[in-house]
Structure formats: structure tokens, C-alpha cells
């Protein structure tokens, strides 16, 4: 979807990786290590971004990072837009409505961390939830946001030792 608006494959890239997860900084060289993209194409975006006022830097050391502006006012429309194009908004309508006593979902692996991924890894939390329901969602889920879904269910007790040294991002709470 993402490719028909904005036909910079850098920019795509880039828009992922900071408004997936707003807390995701970054800086060039370990941008040109992720996307295999030389500095000049990703300076020449970040700058653009950064000039548009969307991204926002500091600096640590010697090291210039970037970060979302999530004081900007399209970065909600921005975040949705990301969010929609690869398929989270499916996967949490579809769980919620009939999965179980469910109290919250979470985004992990590559996705939190704000690059895009084939794969998604949802964590929910919950007890007594519909394994059965949520393994055939899964399957029909897939095959709408062509992507693959690893889920995996825990109790509030679990996921402080699961969740350690890994890039999280809460996408739904029971209010």
C-alpha cells in the first residue's frame, strides 16, 4: 500500500522504522546496516523527514540520532497509516471480538523495533482464551495481510521475564 503513495523505498523504510514504534531511535551507519542502502539515500531522507519536521534528532557522542516527532500533528495519521499498511489493525479487530477473557496484545521482534517484517509476533495476555478460535483466526488473518502471525499467550505473571532485552510495543489494552 505503502509503495503506491510514496515511491521511495528509503523513505518507506524509514517511515516504519520510526512510526511503527515511536520510541525507536536511530543513526545513519546503523541504518545503513539495516537496510542495506548506502548513507547517501538514507541522509538524503532523513534530512527530508527532519526538515518536514517529522523525525527529530540529538545528538550522543558523535553519533547524530533520529527519532519520531510525536509532536507533530499528522504523527498519529502517519502512525495509523504505517500501522494499517501492515495489517495490525486486522489482527486486533479480529482477536478482540471473540477471543476470550483477553487483557492485552503486544507486538514484538522486528515490528516493535520498527522495521518491517513478513513475520508478526503478537503476545497476549490473558487466561481461559480460545486457543482453538485464535490459531483459525490466525490461519484467515495471514492470508488477508499476507503475512505470517506467531503468537504466543501468557499470563501478567509471565511477561516481565519474556518481554526482557526485547522490543515491545503494547498495541491493545483492556480499558
Not at 511503527?20 to 541504518?31: E, F, G, H, P, Q
Not at 499498511?85 to 487483557?103: A, H, M, P, Q
Not at 522486528?110 to 490459531?135: F, H, K, M, P, R
Amino acid at each position: 500500500m505503502l509503495n503506491s503513495l510514496i515511491t521511495s523505498q528509503t523513505r518507506i523504510k524509514l517511515l516504519l522504522k520510526f512510526f511503527l514504534n515511536s520510541n525507536t531511535k536511530s543513526y545513519l551507519r546503523n541504518l545503513e546496516q539495516e537496510f542495506g542502502e548506502s548513507t547517501n539515500a538514507i541522509r538524503v531522507e532523513l534530512n527530508r523527514l527532519e526538515n518536514a519536521n517529522l523525525l527529530i534528532s540529538e545528538f550522543k557522542g558523535n553519533r547524530k540520532y533520529f527519532s519520531a516527532n510525536i509532536d507533530h500533528p499528522l504523527f498519529n495519521d502517519i502512525n495509523s497509516i504505517v500501522k494499517n499498511s501492515v495489517g495490525l489493525d486486522k489482527v486486533i479487530e479480529s482477536i478482540i471480538k471473540k477471543v476470550g477473557n483477553l487483557e492485552k496484545a503486544y507486538i514484538t521482534g522486528d515490528l516493535a523495533g520498527g522495521t518491517d517484517s513478513q513475520i508478526i509476533d503478537l503476545v497476549l495476555i490473558g487466561q481461559n482464551l480460545d486457543t482453538t478460535y485464535i490459531e483459525d483466526l490466525k490461519s484467515k488473518t495471514e492470508k488477508v495481510i499476507n503475512r505470517r502471525i506467531r503468537n504466543l499467550i501468557l499470563t501478567e505473571n509471565q511477561i516481565s521475564d519474556y518481554f526482557k532485552n526485547k522490543p515491545v510495543l503494547l498495541i491493545w489494552q483492556r480499558d
